[in-house]
């Protein structure tokens, strides 16, 4: 059975960090990419950002850019770094594993999804 396993969320003030983690399980994630999203309350999912496990490129959105970071454990671990949060980014995080390498995840080619953890940003 795959599982993508969220962990880290939590509440944080404005301007503070937080790691988020996802563990993969239940098959070879190898070729795969893997991602974030996130949903704020009345809002529609929208991407974050993607890692490639083969080669470790990473895509990631505007909105995040110089702020958030993913890496990988390069075995069935990804992480993202969220630095200098802000209120806007409060919202459920959700771990995607996509089929069709780096770039994918970001057109919405997403097989598995994780439960999402929240992150709230308070001002």
Sequence with gaps: QV???ESGGGLVQAGGSLRLSCAASGRTFSSYAMGWFRQAPG???EF???ISWSGGGTSIADTV???FAISSNAKNT???QMNSLKP???AVYYCAAGP???GSIRLGHVEYWGQGTQV???S
């Design 100 to 102: 069709y390498g780096l």
């Design 3 to 5: 599982q993508l396993v």
């Design 48 to 50: 974050v950002v993607e």
């Design 65 to 67: 850019k110089g702020r």
């Design 78 to 80: 990804v992480y993202l």
């Design 43 to 45: 809002k529609e999912r």
């Design 88 to 90: 806007e980014d409060t």
């Design 120 to 122: 709230t940003v308070s």
